[in-house]
Nanobody, 128 residues
Framework: QLQLVESGGGLVQPGGSLRLSCAAS????????IGWFRQAPGKEREGVSC????????YYADSVKGRFTIARDNAKNTVYLQMNNLKPEDTAVYYC?????????????????????WGQGTQVTVSS
């Protein structure tokens, strides 16, 4: 059974860093697009970043460019989201999602409608 499990969330002060992990089981991340999304209370789920596990190509939302870095480790079947210089507005539940293929073939790369498989999420709180 295909499963995604997020971890690494927590409470951090503004300006701090966290690294989220998205571990896949039940399938091999050889040819998938993996996206990171977030949902703050009372807001819609929004895309943050995505990566092609086949060639490592990446895409970012403007709100996180220069602060977040997405990466994959195919040997560990895991995708990471390194988050630096965190801001209070980054507070949200973060989810990873997967769709077989490459981000190059996805028109709306950070749309929730493009992804088939979802994890349960991990809470990130940025507060002093």
């Amino acid at each position: 059974q295909l499963q995604l499990v997020e971890s690494g969330g927590g409470l951090v002060q503004p300006g701090g860093s966290l690294r989220l992990s998205c571990a896949a089981s039940g399938f091999t991340l050889d040819y998938y697009a993996i996206g990171w999304f977030r949902q703050a209370p009372g807001k819609e789920r929004e895309g943050v970043s995505c990566i092609s596990t086949s060639d490592g190509s990446t895409y970012y939302a403007d709100s996180v460019k220069g602060r977040f870095t997405i990466a994959r480790d195919n040997a560990k079947n895991t995708v990471y989201l390194q988050m630096n210089n965190l801001k209070p507005e980054d507070t949200a539940v973060y989810y990873c999602a997967a769709i077989r293929g490459s981000i190059a073939t996805i028109t709306r790369k950070l749309s929730t409608y493009e992804y088939d498989y979802w994890g349960q999420g991990t809470q990130v709180t940025v507060s002093s």
